[in-house]
Every structure is written in structure tokens, then in C-alpha cells.
């Protein structure tokens, strides 16, 4: 198999790739990460989860030297030299950038480091059609979401009691688990976003950067298929909002569905032992996911990227107009 993994530079085949046993990401889960979908040979929505990507950078301290323009370029030429760049192939595309070597920044006197950038491509998991046609049960993990936390809304590679939800959710043969926050306000799934369909419109968290002024911080992450099948949405006609829901809206909604970039559009038809709707995926689920799965084939069907602006708040004006110095000169 031709390399599928770019770190640091260099492409290695994936036995060979290494990092340091110090780098801070392995050592104390300092780091972001993001999932991508590869098909039709591109990665969907790139631009936009560079974007996010950066920001969270940004706004968490981790690097300042990440530069759109040559990620970009080294996740589709990753996503070229492997097989799964041609023909009707889906790809699980993963960028990876953590704190760097913590032996280099004791060095360094704890100036900056170069961080550890790595991205790999895998073969999309295959989900059965029966998933999406019958729906799943989710549960509601113990675990809820801070929003004080600073972390959260952002995706950090610690994932832990995000991982031990889903464990719990598996155990019992639900396919996600319902995060809360602690306010008992809807967060999402443990590893995706959450919708809402009531009276035909549909109802999604405030995420990370939709807040509004002198509000509490947001710990929902702004997903890229949520931003996708919001699109899609005001494109068909349905209504959307995006407001504070409690864990009561659940039992009450018509339909429920989960958003990733793995999955897509995953219809929910009960929560722990109570049925949503009629027990079967809903009418708007099931054109939404007809959607997505049309938008992802077609590469004329990508959207514009999102500009980095969006994902930037007032006060991080200087470092958006150093990017752009960067990227034209």
C-alpha cells in the first residue's frame, strides 16, 4: 500500500511513523485534532476544518505557526497517494497537531516549539444501511460538558470521558451517548452534534462562537456537518434555529438525528426507554441524510469555504490579518 501517512514533513508508510516519547500530546493529551471525509477524491469542507482547526490553535495557545495554505496542501496530497483517492472510495482523513517535543521546550527556555503535525488516511468505517434506516437508541451519559471549561468546544485530544460514554453507550446497545451540560441544557452526542425536529423546524445547541454578547461560553464544538446540514436545511425549505435546549425538548421533539463527518446524518428513534416520534427515522432526517450523501459524492456540490473570519472572534483581528501576510507574501 502506497504511504498514507504525512508527519512532519515526510511521507512514511504508517509502520515507520514515530514520535518522540516526550511529545506533549502523549504525554499530557496537549493537542486538537480533526476528522475528516475524503470522496471523490478531495476532502470535503477542507478549508472550513482548517479553519476551525487554526482557531482553537489560536485561541488555546497552542501554536501560532500553522499556515492554511501548506496543511491543506500536504492533507490532499496524503489523501492523492493513497488508494483511496479515485473512484467511488470514502476515506477517514485525520490531521493531528499537538504540543511538540516537551525535551525541546525545556531546552528552548520555554520559548515557542515546533509542534507535531501528523496526518493519516484510513478507509471510512462502513456503517450498515440498516443503522440509518431503522435509526438508533442513545442514552444520557453522566458525564456533563463545562462551559467554563476552556477546552471544551474545541477538539483536544483529550477525549476520555468521551470515550468512556460511548463505552457505556455500547454496553448497552446504544449506538451514542447524550451529553448535558451542567446546566442540564443539551450539549450533544459524546463524538457528534445534535438535532432537534419540532413542528417541522429544526433546532440545533448554540455552539462555540454563536453566542451571544456577555454569554456564558458555549461548550458544543462547532461541527462541520452541523454548519453542512444547517446549509442544506435553509436550502430545502426547513426552518433552523440555533437556541439553548433542555433535556426535556428531547422527549418532546418529533425527530432526533446525530451529525459527524463520519456517519453523517444518524437518525435517533429513542432515548434510553423513551420513543421519538413514531419510533422510525422522520421525514426530515431522511431527505437531510439523502442530502449530505449526495453533497459529499459530488465535488460541485461543496460549498464555498467559510471564511477564517467566521471562526475568529473581535478580538483576534491581528492574527487573522498576520495569516493573511503570511499566505500573500
Not at 473512484?87 to 493531528?96: E, I, K, P, S
Not at 448554540?206 to 458544543?220: M, R, W, Y
Request: aromatic letters at 6%; proline letters at 6%; a negative charge.
Amino acid at each position: 500500500m502506497p504511504p498514507t501517512v504525512w508527519l512532519n514533513g515526510r511521507f512514511l508508510d504508517r509502520t515507520e511513523a514515530r514520535i518522540s516519547a516526550f511529545d506533549a500530546g502523549f504525554q499530557h493529551s496537549v493537542g486538537l485534532f480533526e476528522t475528516m471525509h475524503g470522496a471523490a477524491g478531495r476532502v470535503f469542507r477542507l478549508n472550513d476544518h482548517l479553519a476551525r482547526l487554526q482557531h482553537s490553535a489560536y485561541e488555546l495557545g497552542l501554536t501560532e505557526s500553522l499556515r492554511m495554505s501548506a496543511l491543506a496542501e500536504a492533507v490532499q496530497m496524503t489523501l492523492d497517494r493513497s488508494e483511496l483517492a479515485t473512484g467511488d472510495a470514502h476515506a477517514r482523513v485525520r490531521l493531528t497537531v499537538t504540543g511538540g517535543d516537551l525535551n525541546l521546550l525545556a531546552s528552548s527556555g520555554r520559548g515557542p516549539v515546533d509542534p507535531t503535525i501528523m496526518i493519516s488516511v484510513t478507509p471510512a468505517t462502513h456503517y450498515p444501511e440498516d443503522m440509518f434506516a431503522r435509526g438508533v437508541g442513545v442514552l444520557i451519559a453522566p458525564a456533563k460538558a463545562n462551559p467554563l471549561n476552556p477546552s471544551e468546544g474545541h477538539k483536544t485530544l483529550n477525549y476520555w470521558w468521551r470515550m468512556r460514554a460511548l463505552q457505556e453507550a455500547s454496553a448497552a446497545r446504544m449506538g451514542e451517548a447524550i451529553v448535558l451540560q451542567i446546566s442540564n441544557h443539551l450539549a450533544g452526542g459524546a463524538v457528534s452534534n445534535i438535532f432537534l425536529v419540532r413542528d417541522g423546524t429544526l433546532l440545533t445547541p448554540i455552539a462555540h462562537t454563536e453566542e451571544e454578547p456577555d454569554a456564558l461560553p458555549s461548550p458544543v464544538l462547532p461541527g462541520i456537518t452541523r454548519r453542512t446540514i444547517i446549509e442544506l436545511a435553509d436550502a430545502a425549505g426547513v426552518g433552523t434555529g440555533r437556541q439553548m435546549l433542555h433535556v426535556g425538548d428531547l422527549l418532546e421533539a418529533d425527530e432526533i438525528f446525530l451529525t459527524n463527518s463520519s456517519w453523517g446524518v444518524l437518525p435517533v428513534v429513542r432515548v434510553e426507554k423513551e420513543t421519538v416520534g413514531d419510533g422510525a427515522p422522520g421525514p426530515v432526517t431522511r431527505s437531510l441524510r439523502e442530502a449530505w450523501v449526495a453533497t459529499i459524492a459530488d465535488p460541485t456540490l461543496d460549498p464555498e469555504p467559510t471564511p477564517v473570519s467566521d471562526f475568529l472572534d473581535d478580538d483576534d483581528d491581528d492574527f487573522d490579518d498576520e495569516e493573511d501576510e503570511d499566505e500573500n507574501g
